[in-house]
T-cell receptor
């Protein structure tokens, strides 16, 4: 199956700093990528949908100025958590949909654990 | 808006036995897709099984099968001959179709498999 990677897998940062998380589709072109947030023992909550070359669409309640999403190429999307605070500590997961495939074909990355001190 | 409800926060099963995880959903759509995803301790989301709402036949993937009751808006997952590797968090998910491809997830059921 298609592979999606995320980097880093775990990051610790100080409060007030910014952190960038990368999501890459390794063997396919991803026209659409999704960013989810998952708190411990909870479900995945969709944060935003990004389409290559256009602005991301954010879900209600997600601050677009705090969670900057860039999808500059068909294989890379980035999520930047700006001015991170301890409440931003969470597990962030991306998924990607390949161009021209069934709408139900989404592939998930392994996730990134963010800890803000 | 669609909602997905998993009423069992935790379930346990003996190795080699069968277990059924429940999922109900609410939608006004007539054509949609339902999924079960597995999230083991590694946190990697793995698609277990998928069901198209227009198909009356229940989907099956080896030891995994679903009981899809469209009128009741119910979509349960049956795991037969449970194995230790089946231990994970299981999420039911809904996709209503269309071009946004958004998935709505339930809160999950933590499955423990006892040897």
């Amino acid at each position: 199956g298609a592979v999606v990677s995320q980097h880093p897998s775990w990051v610790i940062c100080k409060s007030g700093t910014s952190v960038k998380i990368e999501c890459r589709s390794l063997d396919f072109q991803a026209t659409t990528m999704f960013w989810y947030r998952q708190f411990p023992k909870q479900s995945l909550m969709l944060m935003a949908t990004s389409n290559e070359g256009s602005k991301a669409t954010y879900e209600q309640g997600v601050e677009k100025d705090k969670f900057l999403i860039n999808h500059a190429s068909l294989t890379l999307s980035t999520l930047t958590v700006t001015s991170a605070h301890p409440e931003d500590s969470s597990f962030y997961i991306c998924s990607a949909k390949a161009a021209g495939t069934s709408p139900t074909e989404q592939f998930f990355g392994p996730g990134t654990r963010l800890t803000v001190l | 808006a669609q909602t997905v409800t998993q009423s069992q926060p935790e379930m346990s099963v003996q190795e080699a036995e069968t277990v059924t995880l429940s999922c109900t959903y609410d939608t006004s759509e007539s054509d949609y897709y339902l999924f079960w995803y597995k999230q083991p301790p590694s946190r990697q989301m793995i698609l277990v099984i998928r069901q198209e709402a227009y198909k009356q036949q229940n989907a099956t993937e080896n030891r995994f099968s679903v009981n899809f009751q469209k009128a009741a808006k119910s979509f349960s997952l049956k795991i037969s001959d449970s194995q230790l590797g089946d231990a994970a968090m299981y999420f039911c998910a809904f996709y209503r179709g269309g071009s946004n491809y958004k998935l709505t997830f339930g809160k999950g059921t933590l499955l423990t498999v006892n040897p």
